[in-house]
């Protein structure tokens, strides 16, 4: 029993309002960088093994044939690097996502390009795949040692590489995160990379699914292994182009789905000084507009393809809400940001 009142009362959720108030005082890039060290190090010294219990947030789920601890997971952007994940997963995270990585290392957009709308709880970013590249990205996830949950590496294309070649760009980061994968997440949906929603087009998607599909079956062969792919997609799809889409998953064998990336969609923050600055909107506001997506897909795929539900979540009934609508699982970002690791572990205990 006292344990367990310990453990409840965690030092990470006790300090937490006091560490965001003063990371929310700095610019939110250096936050972010803060607080992942502050992370790592805490791993390190061992504090996060003392107060995290590990057993209160297992209830084991089989999706894709991958076992997940429970359906809460991180999505892609938060850990680019992949040299976080034992800290995260010691939170009460099932499952990482990493990313996105693109096969050559790239700094991304010129700073700044991380913004707070603190009244909305939500976020904009124009960070442009900024990342060290695969291979690193594959060593780091070789690093971690604790972490038992499902790792997906979410993959993209180097700016500088043409549409017309983003497949060469795929395949590679493919072939490299293969053999040490949870799932791959192809991303096709972020707003910040010049063209690269273009390859949502039915007929590019059609493509890209047909070319990594093939090389999926040759590296299952060669690893006696089957790592699913995914794919994920934009909020900002309409009715028709989520049925063309589904169509062309469905016959192109794809394993799962993540609906959705942020939106572009700025409605729900036109108040805020900030609404104007490019990139993709995260946090509460998108929440209905990912559901919709969500919930659609879901009616066309019915069933035969599983989908991770991502956006907007920021408490146990929207996470909830996003099992209702066709999700098997979820992710969160945004609200981990504003709300520390205590949410991470309701919604792993809860769902
Ligand atoms: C700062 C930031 C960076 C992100 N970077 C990526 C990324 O590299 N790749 C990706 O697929 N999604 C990225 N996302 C999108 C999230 O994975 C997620 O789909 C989106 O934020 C909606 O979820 P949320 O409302 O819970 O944040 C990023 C989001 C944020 C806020």
Same mark, same amino acid.
């Given at each position: 029993m006292e344990r367990r009142r310990f453990h409840d009362l965690s030092v990470f959720d006790a300090i937490y309002p006091i560490m965001k108030a003063g990371l929310f005082r700095l610019d939110p890039e250096k936050a972010h960088h803060l607080s992942m060290s502050c992370l790592r190090t805490a791993e390190k010294l061992g504090l996060l093994a003392l107060t995290c219990p590990v057993d209160e947030w297992v209830a084991p789920v089989e999706i894709m044939g991958l076992k997940f601890p429970n359906r809460i997971g991180l999505a892609a952007g938060l850990d680019k690097e992949g040299n976080t994940i034992d800290a995260l997963g010691r939170l009460g995270f099932g499952s990482i996502e990493i990313g996105t990585i693109t096969p050559r290392p790239q700094g991304g957009n010129p700073k700044p390009r991380l913004f707070r709308l603190v009244p909305h709880e939500a976020i904009i970013n124009r960070m442009g795949f900024n990342n060290p590249g695969i291979e690193e990205g594959v060593r780091n996830v070789l690093r971690s040692? +604790?972490?038992d949950g499902v790792i997906g590496f979410n993959i993209g294309k180097n700016k500088d590489t043409p549409n017309e070649d983003a497949a060469s760009d795929y395949l590679a980061c493919l072939r490299a995160a293969y053999p040490v994968a949870g799932y791959i997440a192809v991303n096709l $949906? $972020?707003?910040? +990379?010049?063209? !690269?929603?273009? !390859?949502?087009?039915a007929e590019a998607s059609a493509r890209l699914l047909e070319t990594l599909k093939k090389e999926q079956e040759k590296l299952a062969e060669e690893h006696g292994r089957r790592v699913p792919l995914l794919f994920k997609v934009a909020p900002d799809l309409d009715a028709a182009h989520i049925r063309d889409l589904s169509d062309v998953f469905l016959n192109g064998g794809l394993d799962g789905l993540i609906a959705t990336n942020t939106t572009l969609d700025r409605s729900a923050v036109a108040d805020h000084p900030k609404a104007t600055e490019a990139g993709g909107l995260s946090g509460p506001p998108v929440f209905e507009k990912s559901n919709e997506v969500l919930e659609a897909f879901a009616s066309h795929l019915a069933g035969r393809i599983p989908i991770i539900g991502v956006g907007g979540v920021s408490n146990l009934d929207q996470a909830r809400e996003k099992l209702r609508r066709g999700a098997s699982l979820v992710q969160i970002y945004t609200s981990f940001i504003y709300q520390g690791p205590s949410l991470v572990r309701d919604l792993a205990r809860c769902l």
């Open positions: 040692k +604790t972490f $949906s $972020s707003p910040n +990379t010049p063209g !690269l929603r273009d !390859l949502q087009g």
